[in-house]
């Protein structure tokens, strides 16, 4: 289970995530497509409630076409 400090990254993430997406003018399912992550996951990634793995990020990344770093950067 998750510590608060932990879930508050999550969110803190999720919500970076959100801004990214919402600046690219992009949909979940949009957003989806580039990065090949069901579009209902991208919901919960952004909401902070699941944890994602080095990959995830990097398809993030792609699909809103930013470095990782960029994607980090919150």
């Known amino acids: 289970m998750a510590s608060e400090e932990q879930k508050r990254f999550l969110l803190r993430f999720g919500t970076h995530l959100l801004e990214l997406r919402k600046k690219k003018n992009l949909s979940y399912r949009k957003l ?10 991208i919901r919960k990634y952004e909401k902070g409630e699941i944890n ?8 993030f990344a792609k ?11 919150f």
Do not use: F, R
Request: charged share 30%; proline share 0%; aromatic share 0%.
């Open 32 to 41: 989806a497509q580039n990065c090949d992550i069901d579009h209902a996951d």
């Open 52 to 59: 994602m793995t080095i990959l995830t990020m990097v398809e």
């Open 63 to 73: 699909g809103l076409e930013i470095s990782l770093k960029e994607l980090m950067d």
